[in-house]
């Protein structure tokens, strides 16, 4: 552990993701990164943002903030060379930086990525608090990669098939024609709360943590949704990868 931890670029943060996540897609609005260095080396970083719908993220778990209250963890990796327990020993310290730079900053938000096999240990491990689970949904495409269903209509762009039905899906004829699956697992909610504040939420925050028996998964079938096995992805579909980046908050 150890690590000299200091703000990092976006572009040295996909850089490292891409090398070291199982996912490696960053997500489109990124605000912040911190990098954990040994030696000059890079071996742990971690960015900061908000995922597709900030305000809407907010008002649904703490509807008294605003996006100006909170970050969403992007991603969270480590260096292959790391002990795995480095990562909560890491955030752990960056949560100092984010208290000291950014005073008003209330809480961190995060998802735990069930439908990879991801209960959300190292938030466990850096004393998050657990608010329970949401379905969500995901195709696995012939050669095992995962693609978000809003990613379809890119995916459809290269083919050469456009379509102005943002929301049009795979039918099950199709899936089974193209040799993809369509799949549901969980997604674990997490919140590390910054400062004190009212936190009137619908959800119930706690340390009742789920574990690796909680992730479950469906397959859409003819029959509907029927519990399948752990999918194992290849990767993630990308074809390109847009940052929104503003200015590091130190």
Not at 125 to 145: E, R, S, V
Not at 153 to 178: A, N
Not at 206 to 213: A, E, L, Q, V, W
Request: glycine fraction near 8%; charged fraction near 20%; hydrophobic fraction near 35%.
């Amino acid at each position: 552990m150890n690590f000299n931890i200091q703000p990092i670029g976006v572009n040295e943060m996909a850089q490292f993701v891409r090398q070291h996540h199982y996912s490696a897609v960053m997500p489109r609005i990124t605000k912040c990164a911190y990098g954990g260095f040994k030696d000059g080396d890079l071996k742990a970083a971690v960015s900061f943002g908000f995922g597709s719908r900030p305000l809407h993220t907010i008002k649904a778990i703490f509807p008294a903030l605003g996006t100006q209250d909170y970050l969403e963890v992007g991603k969270l990796c480590l260096d292959d060379s790391e002990l795995k327990n480095s990562e909560s020993w890491f955030l752990s310290r960056v949560f100092s930086r984010l208290r000291k730079s950014n005073p008003s900053l209330k809480l961190v938000f995060s998802w735990s990525d069930g439908l990879w096999g991801k209960p959300g240990y190292v938030y466990q491990a850096t004393n998050f608090l657990y608010g329970g689970f949401i379905w969500t949904d995901a195709y696995q495409m012939a050669d095992g990669k995962r693609l978000h269903p809003l990613q379809i209509q890119s995916f459809l762009r290269t083919q050469g098939i456009r379509t102005i039905e943002r929301t049009k899906r795979p039918t099950l004829e199709t899936l089974d024609r193209i040799g993809w699956k369509h799949l549901k697992g969980k997604q674990f909610r997490y919140a590390y709360f910054l400062q004190d504040f009212d936190r009137q939420s619908p959800f119930t925050w706690g340390r009742n943590y789920p574990k690796t028996p909680d992730c479950e998964w469906l397959i859409r079938t003819a029959n509907g949704w029927i519990p399948t096995n752990k999918p194992e992805f290849t990767g993630t579909w990308m074809w390109w990868i847009v940052f929104r980046c503003t200015a590091v908050i130190e």
